[in-house]
């Protein structure tokens, strides 16, 4: 028969654990991804068709990446993955991988671009990240695989969301959607990315 007393000394040593491993990453609760499974922009590319594939290049070709992420991408000096979840075939990650592709090259010897093609299995981790089951979802990740938990760029820039969310009929909903997949909220979505570097890169480089 275990006593009451060891009992709640096993109590106390899971305790001390749980607040140890809390300490270690900086606060902030640990999630892995793993990076074997993931692919570099032209990998996750090569899986879509070849309309998407050509639509991925032409985009790649045309867009402009700001100053302020070429600053915040050069500045990096600690090696760190962008992980990148979603569908080949969407118009939103057209829009968007082509921008996290160009701030890797800024600085490759420092940043990683890892893609994950989305399934089903990755429903109930979206859920628990965002709170919500869409994509393209991106995170920041140390390169063993570690998630920065509580830091995302989700689907839309925010001004896009928010006009989303405040249209009166589908039509209008739809209108800023597909201006947004028109690129003209482009610096938009730099700006939103901007600030999911500068506020998730430190938090990253607490998480130990």
């Not at 270690?24 to 899986?47: C, L, N, Q």
Request: net charge negative.
């Amino acid at each position: 028969m275990v006593s009451h007393a060891k009992i709640c000394f096993v109590a106390l040593f899971l305790t001390m654990i749980v607040s140890a491993a809390d300490e270690a990453s900086g606060g902030r609760s640990v999630a892995w991804v793993d990076p074997s499974k993931g692919m570099d922009f032209y990998g996750f590319i090569s899986k879509a068709n070849a309309r998407d594939i050509e639509k991925f290049l032409g985009r790649n070709d045309e867009i402009t990446l700001s100053d302020e992420l070429k600053d915040l991408a050069s500045e990096v000096d600690k090696s760190l993955a962008i992980v990148v979840l979603g569908y080949t075939y969407c118009p939103d990650m057209i829009i968007v991988a082509p921008f996290i592709e160009s701030v890797r090259m800024v600085n490759p010897d420092m940043i990683t671009v890892r893609f994950y093609v989305r399934s089903d299995d990755y429903a109930g981790f979206l859920k628990k990240q965002t709170g919500m089951d869409r994509t393209p979802a991106i995170f920041l990740a140390k390169q063993d695989g570690r998630l920065l938990e509580g830091r995302f760029y989700s689907k839309f820039p925010q001004t896009v969301q928010e006009l989303i969310d405040s249209s009166d009929t589908k039509e209008e909903s739809d209108s800023h959607i597909a201006d947004h997949r028109a690129g003209i909220y482009d610096d938009d979505v730099q700006s939103d990315l901007a600030e999911f570097l500068r506020l998730g890169i430190p938090e990253l480089e607490r998480l130990r």
